[in-house]
């Protein structure tokens, strides 16, 4: 059959056959109504975007519909096309041997040896040991440049804030903030003055609260002002703002990992996996009746690390 | 072989004499494309041969596809949204269609983020498809991961297959992480502000990592443009390489199969690439991309106009990461609060063991599991056919117990949620996750031991007595039996061969073989045999006779 006669082609009639079709006429017509309706999706998308160039909740629907539609229904089509249209089969494949014949091996590697040794690289030290030497200097140039990417860690900035003696205390907004301004219980994130921006924000954010003198203990008393404290709402675990306050409980929650501190025993944790009480900033009110910092905080803000003392 | 096959035409000619019709229109485009590849590629052979590839069929193999369509999707989407990006932290005053947010400081990429979703038309569908799609990407991973580590398909020869599994699941979620942190919104600054936690906590050189990273002390100007390349560059670039490698050694060793009628560890059964799988997969390609459309036009999904700009001194309750960071989350939530502090140093032991350590180890173990389970049993035989969860049960109480640990520290990066949602104390959660994950992860591996076991005993008496029909007899005695009924036997196969090799390096025999196959005569005048017929149809289809 493989070798045909060349000069009997032209004579012999086509031997090849058509395969018979599977599946019936209602089976193609089920098929085309799924591609009949994936293309009124493609329309149906293409109407909305041409109508509405504002997005909002229902365009998006829209949208999201008339894509689902569309492809979905292409999709569908195409699977019982194969289901009920095309012939089903049990097809056999042998499978190939992994690994190759142990000549084939033993090729490779006499190869790779023979290679190995008219380079000569195991019998001169000299030439080895340089390039050993050249390959691990490598490093230095690989290496080097990804210390372009950053400024090296200074205790100066791990270890201080924006705050220092006298800095007024203010809003997000930049308003100062005055004695009065909170209510009993009240409590209110501030910052040092001039510095609201995103960078001071990350160890500088603190928060005033109005706890009332009858709370302030021993532990508090000497950094408080009268009835008022001032802890970095920067969380000693992992540095989210800890400034969820429960005021009949003085307890701030973190709400990443639900750290708590209790405000009258100097933020203490009381719970979840912070091990470290919120630094207590040390407060005054100025001759204008300023809240102000009697300088930075007297240990680090926020989560632990390597050099942190 | 005839002395005609001196006269065998130049390399490209064609024919002329061929008996068949010439094709037209379509059929002729087509034909003429392939030749002209064909003449510069030699790939009519390879091309054949895909086409033949065998296929087996399990509903359970269509999961790793999702994932696959999910990236494809995600490539999509993603290469479209950054014509609209702007990854930049530098500050912006909005102006945009958003009125809650107007007039706002914000950072550029935060603005550009809020136009994607208002002012950009079909932008909020595609920023929301890409979310949906990255979250079945990861899920799709997970899924298919479990399958193949309960059904065996990562022993020998797929261990490679199973490591760049393993890399891929690694990479998808620092890939996922770095595109959630990218809008600067409050909820993705939250993240990078416990991720910065993360590297500080690694003893001696944490601070380094995290000054080199974000350029400075957290947050420094830099971490949007630095995630931005690494979101749309760096780690898709690995992600696809990968991909084609898994794809590539997929090809190479076929796939595995369930065993069955006529499968034997030497062979692969199943439905041939061309065309029913090839229609298969495309359209379920479209089913996914069609539900994911949906699921972004009619399901919200990050709403980071509701969170706000991104500041260090605000945060919302209820924060959660995607749910393949839950993990993390939860491993930070119930660790309990051990910190080393001594001689000038500081080991925050509570940040670094489950926001290092633990990760560090289930990946390992993750990644070894092949080797482990070698170890173990002993077996360095190849294995094509895949076994039922039950065939090992140790294997299947591992996987629980990894699943059921995985589980309990999900579930605990949630625990806020579910505290508010069933009125549970908090701490209480907190503290059922710490007694959880050490007690249920080893009960789970001791029941779905025995449940395996059970369920083996069970099959082995099925073979050995029949199956109970649940008729009841009595016996002359008096005495009420249950009647056994054997097994079914298996089910008679036809299986059409289908060569490894393209025909122009089949021996003239093996050739001869193929074919008749397919147009046997015996075949389809034997009585009963109309599937034979159609089934030589289909060989004269895919098997070139003249």
């Known amino acids: 059959m493989i070798g045909r006669k060349r000069g009997e082609a032209a004579t012999r009639p086509p031997a090849r056959r058509e395969a018979p079709l599977t599946g019936t006429k209602n089976d193609e017509r089920f098929v085309s109504f799924f591609f009949l309706l994936s293309g009124g999706g493609a329309v149906w998308f293409f109407v909305t975007y041409w109508i509405h160039t504002k997005t909002d909740n229902f365009v998006n629907a829209m ?82 440049p990804l210390r372009s990417l950053g400024d090296k860690p200074r205790a100066a900035e791990l270890n201080h804030t924006r705050w220092s003696k006298g800095s007024r205390m203010v809003l997000a907004d930049g308003t100062l903030v005055k004695l009065g301004d909170l209510e009993p219980n009240g ?97 005054d009110v100025d001759g204008q009746g300023y809240f102000i910092a009697k300088g930075d905080f007297d240990q680090p803000v926020g989560p632990g690390f390597w050099e942190r003392d | 072989m005839s002395t005609d096959d001196a006269a065998i035409p130049a390399p490209g000619a064609f024919d002329s004499r061929d008996p068949r019709p010439e094709p037209t229109g379509a059929g002729k485009a ?75 400081p914000m950072s550029a990429a935060y603005a550009s983020t809020l136009n994607i979703s208002f002012d950009v038309r079909a932008g909020l569908l595609i920023r929301q498809i890409h979310h949906w799609a990255a979250l079945l990407f990861m899920f799709g991973m997970v899924v298919h991961a479990c399958r193949v580590f309960f059904t065996g398909a990562y022993r020998k020869p797929r261990e490679l297959n199973w490591l760049i599994g393993v890399g891929l699941v690694t990479l998808g979620m620092l890939e996922g992480f770095a595109g959630y942190s990218l809008p600067d919104d409050l909820l993705s600054g939250t993240g990078l502000r416990i991720a910065d936690a993360v590297m500080l906590s690694i003893p001696v050189v944490g601070t380094w990592v995290s000054f080199l990273l974000f350029g400075g002390e957290y947050p420094g100007t830099h971490i949007i443009e630095r995630l931005y390349v ?13 991909i084609s490698a898994h794809m590539g050694l997929l090809w190479h060793q076929k796939h595995t199969q369930f065993p069955g009628p006529g499968r034997t560890e030497n062979n692969v059964v199943g439905e041939r690439m061309f065309p029913a799988y090839a229609a298969k997969g495309g359209g379920f390609f479209m089913i996914v991309f069609g539900m994911l459309a949906l699921l972004a036009g009619l399901f919200q999904i990050n709403p980071v106009w509701l969170y706000g700009p991104y500041s260090p001194a605000n945060v919302s309750a209820g924060s959660q990461p995607d749910w393949y960071i839950g993990f993390l989350e939860g491993a930070l939530r119930i660790m309990p609060n051990w910190e080393f502090r001594g001689w ?63 589980g309990v520290l999900v579930a605990s990066g949630a625990n806020d949620i579910f505290a508010s949602i069933f009125h549970i104390s908090l701490n209480a959660l907190t503290w059922a996750g710490r007694v959880a994950i050490i007690i249920l992860p080893p009960i789970a591996y001791v029941v779905t031991k025995k ?96």
């Open chain 2, 344 to 406: 000038g140093y500081t080991i925050p032991f509570m940040i670094l063991i489950p926001g290092v350590v633990i990760p560090g180890l289930m990946f390992t173990l993750f990644a070894l599991w092949p080797w482990i389970e070698q170890r173990m049993t002993g077996d360095k035989a190849y294995h094509n056919l895949l076994q039922r969860p039950r065939e090992s049960p140790v294997r299947a109480g591992v996987g629980m117990m990894s699943l059921t640990f995985y």
């Open chain 2, 30 to 104: 087509i034909g003429g494309a392939g030749r002209f590849v064909d003449e510069r590629t030699g790939g009519a052979g390879f091309f054949r041969e895909s086409m033949n590839k065998v296929f087996p069929d399990n509903w359970s193999f269509m999961i790793g596809e999702i994932a696959l369509y999910s990236f494809i999707i995600l490539l999509l989407t993603g290469t479209y949204l950054t014509l609209f990006f702007q990854d930049s932290s530098a500050e912006v005053v909005y102006h945009g269609s958003y009125l809650p947010l107007k007039d706002v």
């Open chain 2, 230 to 242: 690494i979101h749309i560059l760096l780690v898709p670039g690995l992600i696809l390489g990968l």
């Open chain 1, 187 to 283: 409590v209110v994130t501030v910052f040092p003055e001039h510095h609201t921006d995103v960078e001071a924000a990350a160890d500088s954010s603190v928060l005033l609260i109005n706890i009332g003198q009858n709370n302030v203990t021993d532990r508090t008393r000497a950094k408080a002002f009268e009835g008022y404290v001032a802890y970095s709402q920067i969380c000693t675990h992992a540095g989210c703002p800890a400034r969820l306050y429960s005021q009949q409980t003085h307890v701030l929650l973190c709400p990443c990992h639900q750290s708590q501190f209790n405000v009258i025993e100097g933020c203490k944790p009381i719970a979840g996996p912070a091990t470290r009480s919120l630094p207590q900033l040390a407060i």
């Open chain 2, 451 to 546: 449940i395996c076991e059970a369920l083996n005993r069970k099959d082995a008496e099925e073979r050995a007595h029949g199956y109970e029909t649940g008729i009841i007899r009595r016996l002359p005695s008096g005495e009420f039996i249950e009647v056994h009924a054997p097994l079914p036997a298996a089910r008679e196969t036809h299986l059409i061969p289908v060569e490894t090799t393209t025909f122009a390096r089949l021996s003239e025999r093996a050739r001869d073989e193929l074919v008749s196959v397919g147009s046997g005569p015996t075949d389809s005048d034997a009585p009963g045999s109309g599937n034979t017929t159609r089934r030589g149809g289909l060989v004269d289809f895919f098997v070139k006779r003249d």
């Open chain 1, 63 to 144: 949208y999201g519909l008339s894509l689902g539609v569309c492809l979905g229904s292409l999709g569908i089509g195409a699977i019982l096309w194969a289901k009920k249209l095309m012939p089903h089969e049990e097809a056999v494949q042998e499978r190939h041997p992994f690994g190759s014949p142990p000549e084939d091996v033993e090729a490779a590697t006499e190869t790779f040896r023979a290679g190995v040794e008219g380079s000569g690289i195991a019998r001169r030290p000299i030439l080895r040991r340089s390039l050993l030497l050249a390959s691990g200097l490598l490093a230095l140039p690989l290496i080097a």
